[in-house]
Nanobody, 123 residues
Framework: QVRLLESGGDSVQAGGSLRLSCGVS????????MAWFRQAPGKEREAVVS???????TYNHWVKGRFTVSRDNAQITLYLIMNNLKPEDTAMYYC?????????????????WGQGTQVTVSS
């Protein structure tokens, strides 16, 4: 059974930084794509960034260099480094994985999801 577990969410002040992690268990293929999504209260889930096992990466247009994704292929771990956090970044952040290659920001293209980790940014 494939499981994703996010960690690293916290409450920080505006301008601060966080690093989110997403560990994967139960997945054995070398081919995949993974992504970070977020969902704020009352809003739809939106993609932050997607990366595949060939290191092809796609960021959502609003990221504008504040967030950086990286991964550890040996253990299929996904990271998201978030800098200069703003109150509007407050959301539950989710990790997602799909067996197909090619980064995509569409949530419907992911088969597996984690439970999320909460990020709260105060002004």
């Amino acid at each position: 059974q494939v499981r994703l577990l996010e960690s690293g969410g916290d409450s920080v002040q505006a301008g601060g930084s966080l690093r989110l992690s997403c560990g994967v268990s139960g997945y054995s293929s070398d081919t995949y794509r993974m992504a970070w999504f977020r969902q704020a209260p009352g809003k739809e889930r939106e993609a932050v960034v997607s990366v595949d096992s060939n290191d092809r990466t796609t960021y959502n247009h609003w990221v504008k260099g504040r967030f950086t994704v990286s991964r550890d292929n040996a253990q299929i771990t996904l990271y998201l480094i978030m800098n200069n956090l703003k109150p509007e970044d407050t959301a539950m952040y989710y990790c997602a994985l799909d067996p197909r290659p090619g980064p995509t920001l569409a949530p419907g293209n992911y088969n597996y999801w984690g439970q999320g980790t909460q990020v709260t940014v105060s002004s």
